[in-house]
T-cell receptor, first 115, second 110 residues
């Protein structure tokens, strides 16, 4: 299967600071990337869909000014959590896909802890 | 959009087959059924997808009912590494989006 990486794998930051998470498709060009969030013992919740070169589409209830998504190339998307607060602490996971595929390939996730 | 129903949890013994059911009675005729799994502290992993007939790949088999209102993911010989949460995911009206429900937590006993 295709490989998707995320960096960093974990990060601790102080309340009020911003954190950037990278998602890369290593062996394919992804036409679409997705960002999810997962709280402990809960399922994944889709935050936004990102297509290369265009603005991300956010799910209802997700603040686009707080969670900035940039999809600058066919292999890289970034999620920036701005002015992070303890309630933003979560497991953030990206996935990538190509238009002609039925499946998505997921990164290993980034665990964010805001103190 | 179609919705799914899965048991919260199931248990199996190592090297025995496992049948994970999913009910998707509201699925439309052209919607694919997708299965993913998530091992602890990892991102989800694609398992299999299908439309009407049964599908096989190196990881699992997918048996789809003739009326398409349900499907069963079959792991032919469970291993300890198969312990995960298995998600049966309905399509979202032609969208690429995946909407994850609670899934079935599979425990594999040695």
């Amino acid at each position: 299967g295709a490989v998707v990486s995320q960096h960093p794998s974990w990060v601790i930051c102080k309340s009020g600071t911003s954190v950037k998470i990278e998602c890369r498709s290593l062996d394919f060009q992804a036409t679409t990337m997705f960002w999810y969030r997962q709280f402990p013992k809960q399922s994944l919740m889709l935050m936004a869909t990102s297509n290369e070169g265009s603005k991300a589409t956010y799910e209802q209830g997700v603040e686009k000014d707080k969670f900035l998504i940039n999809h600058a190339s066919l292999t890289l998307s970034t999620l920036t959590v701005t002015s992070a607060h303890p309630e933003d602490s979560s497991f953030y996971i990206c996935s990538a896909s190509k238009r002609e595929w039925y499946e998505q390939y997921f990164g290993p996730g980034t665990r964010l802890t805001v103190t | 959009d179609a919705k799914t129903t899965q048991p919260n949890s199931m248990e199996s013994n190592e090297e025995e087959p496992v049948h994970l059911p999913c009910n998707h009675s509201t699925i439309s005729g052209t919607d694919y059924i997708h299965w993913y799994r998530q091992l602890p502290s990892q991102g989800p992993e694609y398992v299999i997808h299908g439309l009407t007939s049964n599908v096989n790949n190196r990881m699992a088999s997918l048996a789809i009912a003739e009326d398409r209102k349900s499907s069963t993911l079959i792991l032919h010989r469970a291993t300890l590494r198969d312990a995960a949460v298995y998600y049966c995911i309905p399509p979202q009206g032609g969208s690429e989006k995946l909407v994850f429900g609670k899934g079935t937590k599979l425990t594999v006993n040695p």
